[in-house]
């Protein structure tokens, strides 16, 4: 029942995070700005762009998500192939798992502080909010992080799953 | 042998985790800036000042690393409280210890996000470096980071041990 579990658990963390990384990984918007160079002529339109690779956060959280969502496929077939194998398999999967928890949570906090100042600004740094203009950017951005948070509760979960399931594993074979 | 370990690992994760507490609330750095209000009076000094709690990030980090420090001397109480006892102690504090990774990793990422953009700035969405002017509160922030990082892998240790022992635990009780 907990492999059952275990194994759904897996690859919905993958999906999420796949999906995650292509939202921010495809994520960009061009909107144009009309600007007036010259009072007699028509205003010009500049293009502004917003792109995923200009924020630092955004590199970092696509990264967490692609090895997060390579690691949940690995760790499934790893997990199917020694089902009923050694539990020392288990072991170290789990460690894997926590510290896949670790670079999602870590991830998915760079994104959402950098998130938050671009939709509230910060007047003390003099930091404007950017997502009132690039609207439609943020929102994919917020979209990839609440997948990918949930992604990261599901590791947490695979770790609580393993600690509880390994007294069964451990009690059969002792 | 792996609990003096255990034991060792909590004991640096809570100074650690209040060390970084500490060194985020108490940080402020306060800066006067020559305003020339008037040509023919000198500059007035305005006083510029950067404080924790303007940043969210710096927030979540505090409160995050307040909450690690006081789990981590609830959970070295418990852990030598039952020392002897059953299992299943071992097997909550593991799932806790856990949740503690993803909280401090998530808070850590926060901060060192905007610490980033802090000290480079970000010309895209036009956030101006402010560590330059603030110099020693970004300093503070960055060591206040560095340690709650080192608390955050010993928490990722405590797991992996928990794991690794549990196996004995429960060889010696079933």
């Known amino acids: 029942m907990s492999s059952i579990c275990e194994l759904i658990l897996r690859f919905m963390a993958l999906l999420l995070t796949l999906a995650a990384a292509i939202i921010i990984g495809v994520n960009k918007?061009?909107?144009?700005?009309?600007?007036?160079?010259?009072?007699?002529?028509?205003?010009?339109?500049?293009?502004?762009r917003a792109k995923w690779h200009y924020l630092s956060a955004l590199v970092y959280s696509l990264v967490a998500n692609i090895t997060a969502s390579s690691y949940a496929a690995i760790s499934t077939l790893?997990?199917?192939?020694?089902?009923?194998?050694?539990?020392?398999?288990?072991?170290?999967i789990t460690i894997f798992d926590?510290?896949?928890v670790g670079l999602l949570f870590s991830a998915n906090g760079a994104a959402l502080a950098v998130g938050i100042i671009g939709y509230k600004g910060n007047s003390h740094l003099q930091w404007n909010k950017v997502c009132n203009f690039f609207d439609s950017f943020c929102d994919r951005v917020a979209i990839s992080?609440?997948?990918?948070?949930?992604?990261s509760f599901a590791f947490i979960a695979l770790v609580a799953l393993a600690v509880l399931s390994l007294q069964?594993?451990?009690?059969?074979?002792?």
């Open 78 to 92: 790893v997990v199917l192939a020694t089902r009923n194998g050694e539990a020392g398999f288990a072991q170290v």
């Open 168 to 174: 069964k594993r451990f009690a059969t074979r002792t």
């Open 29 to 48: 918007q061009t909107k144009f700005v009309p600007v007036q160079l010259n009072p007699a002529f028509p205003p010009v339109e500049v293009a502004a």
């Open 145 to 151: 992080i609440v997948l990918s948070l949930v992604a």
């Open 98 to 100: 926590a510290t896949i």
